[in-house]
């Protein structure tokens, strides 16, 4: 590691959005506090950025919120209920999550997008890298795509984005990466992107997943960058000008992740990461997958 790459420690979790996908539930709820099984989404989340080294994380929250900051904080009623009751497993359960990080928070107010969520963490940052990490996807603990990222960040600089390869149907979902090789199997340089392309369009299949370790010349970009698809400013466009000018703020590259991905972003998606992560629950696992098979085969 050099000077010019210096250590990463920050992470920025946008969670501002509305979930109305998942109304009536998220009238009052967050969509980032859904349960996925015992723990809600962002938890996972941050236990993620905490494994990587990022202990200092910045929550781009908004309006009915306030219940993200309480999770992350000492809630020593409970705490001392539960001590009072001896129940120390749940007691460390409970406390595991005010001891993850360090957490901020700051509202971003208008929702104009990924690109402005992350622009409003600049204050936060300052002029070092950073990680964003997207609540809608859950990377499993045993698949490290953020450490490689920030691997990959200080030994070629500039900015890393996480890649999956999808069916070229799918495409038009994601953002899309076109691709150079490397001397690594797992990394690519990325030369262009584009938000959600038509099939026919798209450079690759190569879909931006929600991983991203960033430098902070992005900032500048977005400051600058004008609403695009949907009417909001993406972070995909500021990308694209870091791809097409290494002299702003170096390099992008690409971590083409083959590990374990839970999308809680869709309802249907939600359901079938819960259930994955249960059966692979040691405490759970064995009853439950008795249970689903004893469903599938007999009640479907």
């Known amino acids: 590691m050099t000077d010019s790459h210096p250590r990463i420690t920050k ?14 539930a998220t009238k009052a709820t967050p969509k980032e506090m859904l349960p996925v099984v015992d723990k809600p989404a962002i938890q996972y989340v941050v236990e993620e ?13 908004g309006r009915n919120k306030r219940p993200l900051e309480d999770h992350f904080d000492r809630n020593y009623e409970l705490e001392n209920a539960l001590q009072r009751k001896g129940d120390a497993a749940r007691l ?38 950073f990680a964003v990490l997207l609540g809608d996807d859950l990377i499993d603990p045993r698949d490290p795509l953020l450490a490689r990222m920030v691997e990959t960040q200080e030994r070629y600089g500039g900015s890393v984005v996480a890649l999956m390869e999808v069916a070229p149907a799918q495409i038009g979902l994601y953002g899309c990466a076109a691709v150079q090789t490397t001397e690594d199997d797992d990394v690519v340089k990325v030369t262009g992107l584009v938000e959600k392309p038509d099939p026919a369009d798209a450079p690759s ?34 990308l694209q ?29 939600y359901l079938r990461a819960i259930v994955r992560l249960a059966c692979e629950r040691e405490d759970l696992g064995p009853d439950f997958r008795t249970w689903l098979r004893s469903y599938v085969t007999e009640e479907m």
């Open 205 to 238: 299949n190569y879909a931006v997943i929600g991983r991203y370790v960033l430098d902070p010349h992005v900032f500048d970009i977005l400051r600058k960058t004008e609403p695009g698809r949907g009417g909001e400013i993406q972070l995909t466009d500021a």
């Open 11 to 24: 992470a920025v979790i946008p969670a501002a959005g509305l979930g109305t996908r998942f109304l009536p």
């Open 49 to 61: 950025a905490a494994s990587a080294g990022l202990d200092d994380v910045l929550m781009i929250t």
């Open 241 to 269: 000008q870091l791809a097409a000018d290494e002299k702003i703020g170096g390099p992008v590259h690409g971590v083409v992740f083959k590990g374990r991905r839970y999308d809680t972003g869709d309802r249907g998606d």
């Open 92 to 129: 460390a359960k409970v406390q595991e999550s005010s001891d993850l990080a360090t957490m901020h928070y700051v509202r971003q107010g208008d929702p104009k997008g990924l690109g402005h969520a992350v622009l409003c963490a600049a204050p936060h940052v300052g002029h070092e890298p």
